[in-house]
């Protein structure tokens, strides 16, 4: 078992010794006691309110989403509010997937359904994240500057205070164990 990696800029975290790789992929093995164990392959994010502010990545996203990318699919959601997915795209080396404006919620969770939300873990904060965050094998809501929409925030496993938190608790499986036991 590895032990903590530490990027000094921003302290990102990777546990290796939480994962579980294949020969195809990497993913993140999760067993909850009381619940059903998960195999986590694709990491869905919404953009502005998640992981960007006004279009802008917010600080330690980038660190964090490139150790996370190690061991799943990263993949942000959005209707591209503030024009700045493709930036975000090249900054963060992620897939973007854009949505149209209007349904976004039903979008969201038909993009979740196509990759098999059982797989899935979705962070967001807004109210047309809500299918998502209850579709997926795990849902994280996020409280940031642009505030957390009740009806997201009800439908999420976890509320966090911030976009750190929820993706530090990828970085550490066991963290999402321990507040998700029964």
Do not use: W
């Not at 992981?51 to 980038?62: E, H, Q």
């Amino acid at each position: 078992m590895m032990g903590l990696v530490f990027d000094e800029s921003e302290r990102a975290y990777a546990r290796a010794g939480d994962r579980t790789q294949s020969p195809e992929q990497s993913v993140i093995a999760l067993s909850i006691p009381g619940r059903d164990d998960h195999v986590l392959e694709h990491l869905l994010l919404d953009m502005n309110g998640t992981v960007a502010a006004d279009g802008f990545i917010l600080p330690g996203v980038a660190q964090r989403l490139a150790a996370l990318a190690a061991n799943l699919r990263v993949v942000v959601i959005t209707a591209d509010t503030h024009g700045g997915a493709s930036r975000l795209a090249e900054e963060l080396g992620v897939e973007v997937h854009r949505i149209k404006p209007g349904n976004e919620a039903e979008q969201k969770l038909r993009f979740a359904q196509q990759l098999g939300p059982q797989h899935c873990v979705a962070v967001g904060n807004g109210a047309n994240d809500a299918l998502m965050l209850r579709a997926c094998a795990v849902g994280l809501c996020v409280l940031e500057a642009e505030g957390t929409a009740v009806e997201a925030a009800t439908n999420a496993d976890i509320l966090c205070r911030s976009i750190d938190d929820a993706l530090d608790l990828l970085l550490h499986p066991t963290r999402l164990a321990a507040t998700l036991r029964r």
